[in-house]
Structure formats: C-alpha cells, structure tokens
C-alpha cells in the first residue's frame, strides 16, 4: 500500500499533463473533448480505504479544475463519483465485488468491465456537464455534451486500458 500511493500520484500528474495539453485541444466536430484523467478513478484497488479514494478524486478534480480554469465542475464530478463507486461497484460487478481487489481482475467478465467503465464515464460526464452550464436552457446542450464526450472519452480509455493491460 505504501507503494500504491505514489504510484497513483504520477499516473494522476501524468494524465492530468497529457489533458491539460493535448485533450483538451482535440475538440472532435468542434466540441468533442474526452476526459483522460478520470483513468484514475477507474482502476483504483477496491480493497483501500475509501476516505483516501474520495481525497484522490478531490485533488484530481481539483488539479484540473486550477488548471483548466473551471469554476469546480471537475471536482465536483470526481468526488461525486468516489462517493458513488461502491454503488457503481455492486450495479455492475455484482454483489461480491469485494472478493477482487480491482475492477480489472482476473475472474470478471468483459461484459461487467465496460459497464463500470461506462458508468463511472457518463456519469462523470453529466455531472461535469451540468454544472458547468448549470442552466435549463441548456438542457439540450448538456445532453449533446454528455452523450458525445461519454461516447468518445469510453472509447479513449478503453483503448488505452486495453494497450497498457498485462497478459498473464
């Protein structure tokens, strides 16, 4: 575990480097950006402590939000998503998650992979949309945002998860 941690800090910096300078620019069809750095809450162990989870998904957001000059949409959506990951956990790994200690072991089907990976995605999206326009009239606009940016950040991680995966 003491390991564990500063590992996680330089995927986190590393990730937040390659958004903050290269995502952040794609802008597919002109407003299509995928959110890299949420990697992190994705792979973290489940067998640690969920306090440290929630202050990882803090300073993640944090980080990104000091960075991209938002006004707390990015934190906002990665502490929401640490405090609903036992949930998202059980939805779709099932109700013995616990006996994994990450949701990429071996033993858990594909199928329950891409849905936690989907879930921990659109949800992220929707917060991170919605608070940054916070405002009805923007209903549309939140949801073209967040079914687009959860659809081609999905594809990037998983992408790259699959790329960096180890075979045993």
Known sequence: MNQ???KVFLLSLFLIFLQVLIFDRINLFGFMNPSIYII???IHRYDLDQFNYIVVGFLLGFI???LSQSAGSHSLSCVTISFLRPL???FSLGPNYEDFSSPF???ILTSNKVL???LITIIHQIILNAYSYFNWTHTFVILKLTIAN??????VIVSVLNLFTTKE
């Open 4 to 6: 564990y941690y500063p």
């Open 40 to 42: 992190v809450l994705i």
């Open 64 to 66: 990104m939000d000091v």
């Open 88 to 90: 998202i956990n059980k």
């Open 105 to 107: 072991s071996d033993g």
């Open 116 to 118: 936690y990976c989907f």
């Open 150 to 155: 959860s659809i081609f950040t999905f594809i």
